[in-house]
Nanobody
Framework: QVQLVESGGALVQAGGSLRLSCVAS????????MGWFRQVPGKERVFVAA????????YYADSVKGRFTISRDNAKNTAYLQMNSLKPEDTAIYYC??????????????????????WGQGTQVTVSS
């Protein structure tokens, strides 16, 4: 398994932007498809975005499509989530995760939590109105 550490969460005003980072340990990061999820206390963890191991394929939840961008830099063992036009409803703990399967560009709607075997500790994003 790969170890993941997220960073970049903060308090931001509505309409603002943040970039989350997820640094992976180990030399096999480039072989994992990666995802971002978010969770509000008392609710289930939900899918936000996913990216293939090469970065060629991406997939987004409808709620963030057009506002968020997932990317990766395999040379730096890092995945990113660029979040623009943030809304108060984006407030959550954001988790990055490494998939334990290959989607090869064919993503279920949405990719389930159970498809991801390694998780970071999460980073808090709070959007004020």
């Amino acid at each position: 398994q790969v170890q993941l550490v997220e960073s970049g969460g903060a308090l931001v005003q509505a309409g603002g932007s943040l970039r989350l980072s997820c640094v992976a340990s180990g030399r096999t990061f480039s072989t994992y498809e990666m995802g971002w999820f978010r969770q509000v206390p008392g609710k289930e963890r939900v899918f936000v975005a996913a990216i293939s191991y090469s970065g060629e394929s991406t997939y987004y939840a409808d709620s963030v499509k057009g506002r968020f961008t997932i990317s990766r830099d395999n040379a730096k063992n890092t995945a990113y989530l660029q979040m623009n036009s943030l809304k108060p409803e984006d407030t959550a703990i954001y988790y990055c995760a490494a998939a334990n399967r290959y989607y090869r560009g064919h993503y279920p709607d949405p990719p389930p939590v159970s498809d991801f075997g390694s998780w970071g500790q999460g980073t808090q994003v709070t959007v004020s109105s």
